[in-house]
């Protein structure tokens, strides 16, 4: 019987997808594979189809704008293959943003508004997660790109190279612990840190309490519709 992603597990796929990416880019960087950049590239079209498929919220128009996204960055990731120098790195690095902002948004609608709490929901806010880690690695790789010399501990390689090395900063900024080998040295990237540090702390508070409170009010709900006495 053929498998299908559905709503109640969409976000499994999702979240493999994104493991999938993480793994890979360190994989890659840990044993400098000659060429990582092409490979790097085919992880990121991997996860974008899985995101094209996985997340979905049932609007034809909001389907039609990934699938047309997504079709933009392989163009632009083809294109960057074949031509030499860096012509297209900001456009593909944009486009890439917008598609991430995007399913973040589409992820968000499912987790906080669609019905009761479960497990899947639960590896829908990891992905999340992953998620505003990705877009502000992103957002990391155009400042250095804009204006180079934003990051202390970068090698100036492409930016398929630094994704790696950005992913991990973007991470530990997230998630506030700071280790110190890549740090911001232009107002920008700092600016962009301190944000990214601030929604860590935000998005776990928020969440934890917002999911705890959908499940107590499903729980409520329950017992009050079998009959059963409010507070016994």
């Not at 034809?60 to 990731?77: D, E, P």
């Not at 120098?85 to 992820?107: A, P």
């Not at 010399?149 to 997230?174: I, K, P």
Request: hydrophobic content about 50%.
């Amino acid at each position: 019987m053929k498998k299908t992603i559905s709503s109640s597990d969409n976000f499994s796929w999702m979240f493999g997808a994104l493991i999938l990416l993480l793994l890979s880019n360190a994989v890659f960087n840990q044993l400098h594979f000659p060429h990582a950049q092409h490979i790097v590239n085919i992880s990121l079209m991997l996860t974008i189809a899985v995101a094209v498929w996985s997340v979905n919220s049932g609007k034809r128009q909001w389907f039609n704008w990934k699938i047309g996204l997504s079709c933009v960055i392989a163009t632009l990731m083809l294109g960057d293959s074949l031509l030499q120098g860096d012509t297209l790195v900001i456009y593909q690095l944009l486009s890439i943003l917008i598609f991430l902002l995007f399913t973040l948004y589409l992820c968000w609608q499912q987790v906080m508004f669609s019905g009761k709490v479960d497990r899947n929901k639960i590896i829908g806010s990891i992905c999340i997660y992953i998620l505003l880690a990705l877009i502000w690695a992103f957002g990391y790789l155009i400042l250095e790109y804009l204006f180079p010399g934003s990051f202390r501990g970068l090698d100036n390689r492409s930016w398929q190279h630094n994704l790696g090395e950005l992913l991990y900063y973007s991470l530990v900024t997230l998630t506030t612990l700071g280790y110190g080998e890549i740090t911001p040295s232009q107002p920008m990237a700092r600016f962009l840190a301190y944000v990214e540090a601030v929604t860590g702390v935000f998005y776990t508070t928020v969440l934890v309490a917002s999911l705890i409170g959908m499940r107590l009010a499903h729980y409520e709900a329950k017992l009050t519709g079998n009959g059963t006495p409010k507070g016994k």
